[in-house]
């Protein structure tokens, strides 16, 4: 891309809100060049705008210094990556009219390669215990499996998916509604500069500028389209985050949803989510089994291990003949495990030096901690 025509980007980005339809086919039919020349210029409106919104595109244009913006960003450690640039993930094309102008960018790693393998985690700012434990649990269990976990950097899901990667070693995004230069929420400005020195901190907007609702609401359809797929841990009925799993089913990704308790208002929305198109997820694995290529199954689900299902067949057999409450002869537990009174007393030796059974006068008690691993083993059935 010509110097011209980044400069002129950067302009438009300025003066510009994200995800403005209106301007964006402005780009695609006459070009960036004369879209931003026309804006400079200060002559007749644009098709779709009427005079007031023209006089107001045009005030900005007056302020805007892309060269200023470009050094700024220099300083913070940022650059603008524009469509058709090495970096540009192409699946943010799939915006169509509302494809970003171009995205600043902080952090070392490529962002086109590291889109190829991403998923959002994104969910509730005031979200539950339950909530941020699954966050970090499914955003740690992606980065292990080589996933890049893309969110909002915010409260609550956000931020503890971003924690959840970090914490694992992994690759995380953070995609925020203001200037990369500008870590919001405020509370979070460790962790946003913390992604940007191990993964990427990613924006539309300039630098310095500030959040405002519309432009958190617009932030998410970036977080879509750029992720294979979008999880939604905890959300209510209004919640933002279920701007973001519809976005991407517009798109054609995935969505899915974390379940709750059916008495919880922050899992309201990611039920009515389940109800429809999405997909119920719990960990990492049935993610990846999802969004990821073929042959990337989640294993099938068991119950845990217990100690007692390593024992031979035979052993296990006498150890479930023997009565929980009370001794028994090696006679009656021959009976119980149809096998004879000889080879009941070889196991019942066997489970003695295991710990499962105890000598009890003429017979054979369970022990303390073969009540528990039997008692576990029922539960099961």
């Known amino acids: ?56 595109l045009l005030a900005r244009a007056a ?40 995205l600043w960018v902080r952090g070392r790693p490529g962002l086109r390669l590291w889109a190829l393998r991403a998923v959002a985690v994104v969910g509730a700012r005031a979200c539950t215990e339950y909530g941020a434990h699954m966050a970090a649990v499914l955003a740690a269990g992606l980065a292990e499996r ?7 950097g915010a409260y609550g899901v956000d931020g503890a998916a971003h924690r959840g990667a970090l914490g ?3 690759a995380t995004v953070a995609v925020l509604a203001c200037g990369v230069d500008r870590p919001y929420p405020r509370g979070h400005t460790e962790l946003i500069n913390r992604i940007a020195e191990q993964g990427l901190v990613v924006g539309e ?9 519309s432009r958190f609401v617009l932030r998410n359809r970036v ?33 899915m949803g974390v379940p709750g308790p059916a008495t919880s208002g922050l899992s309201a929305g990611v039920h009515e ?30 119950g845990p291990v217990l100690p007692r299902d390593l024992l031979e067949p035979a052993a296990r057999q006498v150890l479930a003949a023997l009565p929980g409450d009370r001794p028994a002869s090696p006679e009656e537990v021959a009976r119980g495990a149809q096998t004879s009174a000889d080879e009941a007393v070889a196991r019942l030796y066997e489970l003695r030096a295991l710990g499962y059974v105890e000598r009890h006068g003429d017979g054979w008690k369970l022990t303390r901690q073969a009540m528990i691993s039997v008692r576990a083993g029922r539960s099961r059935c």
């Open 1 to 56: 891309m010509s110097d011209a025509e980044l400069l002129a980007r950067v302009f438009l980005a300025r003066v510009v809100e994200p995800g403005d339809e209106v301007a964006g086919r402005w780009v695609r039919e006459l070009g960036v060049p004369e879209v931003a020349g026309r804006l400079r210029g200060g002559g007749r409106a644009l098709p779709g705008v009427g005079g007031r919104r023209w006089a107001g």
């Open 63 to 102: 302020q805007a210094d892309p060269r200023t913006d470009l050094a700024v960003a220099r300083e913070a450690g940022a650059r603008f990556v524009c469509p058709g640039d090495t970096e540009w993930p192409s699946q943010l094309d799939d915006l169509g009219d509302a494809r970003p102008l171009g």
């Open 146 to 152: 080589g996933w890049v976990v893309v969110s909002g």
């Open 168 to 170: 694992a070693g992994g």
């Open 205 to 213: 907007l300039p630098p310095g500028e500030h959040p405002t609702p």
């Open 223 to 255: 977080i879509a389209a750029l992720t294979r797929g979008t999880v939604v841990v905890e959300a209510a009925h209004r919640s933002g985050s279920l701007v973001t799993a519809r976005a991407a089913q517009r798109l054609g990704r995935f969505t």
């Open 273 to 302: 989510l389940l109800r429809g198109d999405a997909v119920l997820v719990t960990d990492a694995d049935e993610v990846v089994e999802l969004v990821g290529d073929m042959g990337e199954l989640a294993p099938a689900r068991r």
